[in-house]
């Protein structure tokens, strides 16, 4: 009997310690929390529209790629600092950089009865019928952002707690095109002065001439993700949504650009480190 009895003391004691361990996790909550994660962008939207030369120069129309929702996937980084006011909502401000280092658009049309297929951003320098130099322009851009997120958790002080947050943001777009034909041009010779009269010149949005370098906008970034808390004080989150950056109209059409904002899906993976317990909440 005494042999019996010993494996329910262990289970006992045991189950004594998961519950006083939970009890004590529910029961001091920390009111302050430092996030930071890494992330994965995904462009979304329309990839191309109807092109027209609003001074009438061009008697037809052809389709012309539109400028965010070419870019391929990029990167995030985000640190922020969220505030538990309760059991329930929490509140934070965070500051966040994405970078997206390829754009890409491949144009299709149809020629002497052949099916072609061109990089839009692909170039040649020819001399009669020889071909000098040919190559790829680049378009890359780079995200800063500064937003504020309330956040509703739905399982606080859990082990597992899933939450939803939408997010105001405030944000600095810059967007960098890379015109290679122009440093090619140059060492073969060519002045730059006459190149860049030439590149001027160009009506065309394929031109990208007067990309805006940079863009203020507001945008939003509605979500939903997890925390497993791994202790009291450390814990692993993950989440997403969708992101909308609105891009100032002018700038795009300065820029002979076809009005547009910046939409993404989001991804992103992260720690957190609590700290500042507390009994109030």
Do not use: C
């Amino acid at each position: 009997m005494i042999a019996m009895k010993t494996p329910y003391k262990i289970f006992t004691i045991i189950v004594v310690l998961v519950i006083s361990t939970t009890v004590s996790f529910a029961q001091f909550e920390n009111k302050v929390t430092l996030n930071f994660s890494l992330g994965a962008i995904q462009p979304i939207g329309q990839k191309e529209y109807i092109y027209q030369a609003p001074n009438g120069y061009y008697t037809n129309t052809w389709l012309m790629p539109y400028l965010f929702s070419n870019f391929k996937q990029g990167a995030s980084f985000t640190g922020a600092l969220m505030f538990n006011l309760n059991r329930v909502f929490s509140v934070g401000v965070g500051v966040g950089v994405e970078r997206i280092g390829n754009w890409e658009y491949i144009d299709e049309y149809t020629a002497n009865g052949e099916r072609i297929e061109n990089n839009f951003l692909s170039w040649t320098i020819t001399q009669e019928d020889y071909i000098l130099d040919e190559g790829v322009n680049e378009l890359n851009m780079n995200n800063f952002s500064i937003g504020v997120f309330p956040r509703v958790n739905l399982a606080y002080g859990k082990r597992f707690n899933p939450y939803l947050f939408v997010e105001v943001t405030f944000n600095y777009t810059d967007i960098n095109y890379v015109d290679k034909r122009r440093d090619s041009w140059i060492e073969l010779g060519g002045s730059e002065q006459e190149y860049d009269d030439w590149y001027n010149s160009l009506t065309s949005p394929s031109a990208y001439n007067n990309t805006p370098q940079r863009s203020f906008g507001v945008g939003l970034y509605p979500g939903l993700g997890f925390d497993i808390n791994l202790s009291s004080n450390m814990g692993i989150f993950m989440h997403g949504g969708y992101s909308f950056i609105s891009i100032n109209k002018s700038d795009l059409e300065d820029a002979n650009l076809e009005p547009e904002n910046f939409h993404t899906a989001k991804v992103e993976v992260g720690l957190k480190f609590s700290f500042l317990r507390s009994k109030d909440i």
